[in-house]
């Protein structure tokens, strides 16, 4: 059944579409099916021409956790498309110590096939990375404790 045809039947089933509904829909197929990015694809983002702008990420985030006392930490990214950015920002963060073994990764992608090349891209990049659906899914914050 082709996405049109999808759409037709739900609302001869269950009534009209509102603009946000309609286009949630169309992002959900249009992400699923396919990865939009680079030459071959729609549009591309910074973290894919260069790597500087996921190195300097980590390198900012690195110094914010150091600054705050090195505590326990989860890093989450919205619609992480390749996962490049994140890649990026964990080989910067190797140096500064433990800091890998005090952070836990969070992706949202609702893509299967952008969560199939974000889990190659990312396979030996960090030891604990989970994937959810939305920020509906996302375990409980931990506290983090503030400096005054």
Same mark, same amino acid.
């Not at 169309?26 to 939009?36: E, G, I, K, L, V």
């Given at each position: 059944m082709t996405?049109? *045809? +999808?759409?037709?039947?739900?609302?001869?089933?269950?009534?009209? #579409? !509102?603009?946000a509904d309609y286009m949630e829909r169309?992002?959900?197929?249009?992400?699923? *099916?396919?990865?939009?990015?680079?030459a071959a694809g729609d549009f591309t983002t910074s973290p894919e021409i260069s790597q500087i702008f996921g190195? #300097?990420?980590?390198?900012?985030?690195?110094?914010?956790?150091?600054?705050?006392?090195?505590?326990?930490?989860?890093?989450? +990214?919205?619609?992480?498309?390749?996962? !490049?950015?994140?890649?990026?920002?964990?080989r910067t963060t190797r140096?500064? =110590?433990?800091?890998?073994?005090?952070? =836990?990764?969070?992706?949202?992608? !609702?893509?299967?096939t952008l969560r199939k090349i974000q889990q190659e891209n990312l396979q030996t990049s960090h030891a604990s990375i989970s994937w959810h659906d939305s920020l509906d899914h996302l375990p409980p914050p931990a506290l983090i404790p503030h400096r005054q």
């Open positions: 996405f049109a *045809t +999808e759409l037709i039947q739900s609302i001869l089933k269950d009534g009209p #579409l !509102t603009v169309c992002n959900a197929h249009y992400y699923a *099916t396919r990865d939009p990015l680079g190195e #300097l990420i980590g390198a900012w985030i690195a110094d914010c956790w150091q600054n705050r006392g090195k505590p326990k930490a989860v890093l989450c +990214e919205l619609g992480p498309g390749r996962g !490049t950015l994140m890649k990026d920002a964990l140096s500064p =110590e433990r800091f890998h073994d005090n952070i =836990e990764i969070q992706l949202i992608e !609702t893509s299967p």
